[in-house]
């Protein structure tokens, strides 16, 4: 079986979350070929990680690299896709789909007979390989923007905010740099999985719309969610326009996978309240190894709040530190133990949290460890495993703390409630009231923490083990891509 693994700025150049379940599927399924394709930023990254033999191939896919001009340019494909993507109606999607496709369609690089470097590494081929060239640099984009625009404004009967030429300009540019992926080629594979909607999926669609390959989509957070959330600080109608394209690319995706695998049910009602077929959904948990976080049997002397993630605004690590003044009114001597990287590009946000700490006067209390080697060490340090997030899929953090029998306090965000279900603590998001006087609750209360981190332990290993979790993607696989037949080199309709 050969499958192509399709992320977007994770695996394996990025250490943690999403590469965490990437490398758990390449390394697990040993009878996969496995090839890997990294949407980046650049081209310089440079893998974080040792990849095992069954990986045939590694290929970044750059979209904010040096464009290359077109061979052919489709001005009418690109204005399908503007026009579709302000729109709400179905023939709206079928608009955007249409052209989509035929800007896919309209690429070079497929693997050509006969070229030596394509029969040994067809996705490196500088010539025939998975780099094609950019699908709208050199389109009039903002223009078929502000057509499009002006068109929604007097058809669709829902107000858009105002668009000037700049506006049109910068969004136009946002765009083009997104739909890059979809010059992407793969080699011969039997399934295409990207491990979440958005910018992956573009790899996967026009694998589809080439090739007929099987596309299978992961997603871990609900990926137009997360958009909106890091929508910034453009203007209204950049800001619309860039959200609208989002919005219609994940719904076309949800449309056109072959097969969906949710890691919550969360995610599944998303999936389905945006077009997704509920008999293409299988939900699959995340799972982890028990063997790996055995449960911890002492606890630390000083009472402490234990958290391990990347330090970035969607953890929420402001309520976290703000729930810790509330904690310190009952619990005058607790602490809160950070472990963590930060991410290049959340500097700003990282002085934040410490600004935050120093003025509640929690400094001294605050711990920012960096990264660890294991979570479980991050665990060893605290009574309590916190999750602030603002949003989730299923978090690999909070199941190898119940794995490791650590009580968690968590917030109520994607799959994290159906995931704890009665073996820990639930709150609202950005409530650190909430947040603080359930670690209090947990501090204070040796017996209350030693039971729920046994049924945490207990749920864990009944429903969330690394093998359960790849078992279900080998035959999910199979199902797919077992049967598939050579492909003849013509396009699908």
């Keep these: 079986m050969r499958v192509a693994l399709v992320n977007e700025g994770t695996y394996p150049y990025v250490l943690g979350g999403v590469s965490t379940w990437c490398d758990h599927l390449v390394r697990g399924l040993t009878d996969v070929t496995w090839h890997l394709v990294t949407i980046v930023g650049q081209p310089t990254m440079t893998p974080a990680l040792a990849l095992p033999d069954n990986v045939a191939s590694l290929s970044a896919v750059a979209i904010w690299d040096r464009p290359r001009a077109p061979r052919r340019r489709s001005i009418r494909a690109a204005a399908r896709m503007c026009t579709g993507m302000l729109g709400d109606t179905p023939a709206h999607l079928d608009l955007f789909r249409s052209g989509l496709r035929e800007l896919a369609l309209a690429q070079p690089g497929h693997a050509r007979p006969g070229c030596a470097h394509c029969a040994r590494a067809p996705a490196a081929c500088p010539r025939h390989g998975l780099a094609g060239r950019h699908p ?51 080699p011969p594979v039997d399934v295409c999985h990207a491990n979440a909607n958005g910018l992956s999926s573009l790899v996967a669609l026009a694998a589809k719309w080439r090739d007929g390959v099987p596309f299978l989509m992961t997603e871990h957070g609900v990926y137009l969610r997360e958009r909106y959330l890091s929508a910034g600080t453009h203007q209204p109608g950049v800001k619309v326009a860039v959200l609208r394209f ?37 939900v699959i948990p ?22 391990v993630g990347r330090i970035d605004p969607l953890k929420d690590l402001e309520t976290l530190i703000s729930a810790l003044a509330v904690v310190r009114q009952q619990v005058p001597d607790a602490r809160l133990h950070l472990a963590g990287p930060v991410p290049a590009g959340n500097e700003d946000y990282a002085r934040t949290c410490h600004d935050l700490a120093a003025g509640l006067g929690l400094a001294d209390a605050v711990t920012f460890a960096g990264p660890v080697a294991s979570s479980r060490d991050a665990f060893q340090a605290g009574h309590v495993a916190a999750l602030s997030s603002i949003s989730e899929g299923m978090p690999y953090t909070i199941v190898e703390a119940m794995m490791c029998q650590r009580p968690t306090v968590s917030t109520d965000v994607g799959g994290v409630a159906e995931m704890v279900g009665d073996a820990g603590i639930v709150v609202p998001p950005r409530d650190p009231i909430a947040f603080g006087t359930a670690c209090a609750t947990l501090l204070r209360d040796t017996g209350q923490r030693r039971d729920l981190g046994r049924r945490g332990h207990d749920r864990a290993l009944r429903l969330f083990t690394l093998r359960r979790c790849l078992d279900s993607y080998r035959r999910q696989y199979q199902l797919l891509g077992g049967n598939r037949p050579p492909h003849d080199g013509s396009a699908p309709a």
């Design 286 to 307: 995340n799972g982890v190894d028990p063997h790996r976080f055995p449960p911890l049997t002492a606890e630390p002397d000083i009472p402490t709040i234990s958290w």
């Design 136 to 186: 709208l640099h050199g389109l009039p984009l903002a223009d078929l923007l502000l057509d499009a625009w002006t068109q929604a404004a007097r058809t669709t009967g829902r107000p858009l905010p105002r668009l000037t030429l700049r506006d049109a300009d910068e969004a136009a540019a946002l765009i083009e740099h997104a739909v890059r992926p979809l010059a992407a080629f793969l």
């Design 246 to 282: 989002h919005r219609a690319l994940a719904r076309l995706a949800y449309t056109e996978a072959d097969l969906i695998a949710p890691v919550s049910a969360f995610n599944q009602r998303w999936e389905e309240r945006h077009g997704a077929d509920p008999a293409r959904i299988h």
